[in-house]
């Protein structure tokens, strides 16, 4: 399965470029799936919903599916949170995975960087980051992709992966 991360400090601009890359390579008759790292904790069914009850009651995993979309909830219950290989294989074959997050594995990434931010730059230390794209014009030892330009970032992805269109 063909993967490609997007990472970046909070507030870079991650998961707009995402949003935008999802749409645009999708619009290219490409098929795209998501996989998001979250540093919190987070749910997907709510209080007093059936699927929650089920959770409560102690279940490993609760599956919910309706006529238009399905959720598998997982609770690691102390366990280790699972690898990025792990949860990739858990998805179903697409043309691309778009990773949102994982800023240490090893997968081909671009770094969003926004100036206002003060962080610096990774990819100046990391070698898994092929590109940026940034809000400023920024000499770095990669290509450098105005933030806002999706198709521009849209061929990079393409063309790294060896997509055929």
Do not use: Y
Not at 52 to 59: C, E, P
Not at 101 to 130: F, M, Q, Y
Not at 140 to 153: E, Y
């Amino acid at each position: 399965m063909n993967v490609f991360g997007i990472i970046g400090w909070k507030n870079s601009g991650k998961t707009g470029l995402v949003e935008r890359l999802v749409s645009e390579l999708t619009r290219r008759g490409f098929s795209v799936s998501t996989l998001k790292h979250a540093h919190h904790s987070f749910d997907v069914d709510h209080h007093g919903k059936d699927s929650h009850r089920h959770r409560l009651a102690g279940a490993s995993q609760v599956l919910i599916s309706s006529a238009e979309r399905s959720a598998l909830m997982t609770e690691f219950r102390g366990s280790k949170e699972p690898s990025l290989q792990t949860l990739l294989s858990k998805m179903e074959p697409v043309d691309v995975v778009l990773i949102e997050g994982w800023k240490c594995d090893t997968h081909p990434k671009i770094e969003t960087w926004r100036s206002e931010n003060g962080n610096p730059v990774i990819a100046a230390n990391d070698n898994t980051i092929l590109a940026v794209a940034s809000d400023l014009k920024l000499e770095l030892d990669c290509p450098v992709f105005d933030l806002n330009d999706t198709n521009a970032v849209t061929n990079f992805v393409i063309d790294h992966l060896e997509l055929l269109e």
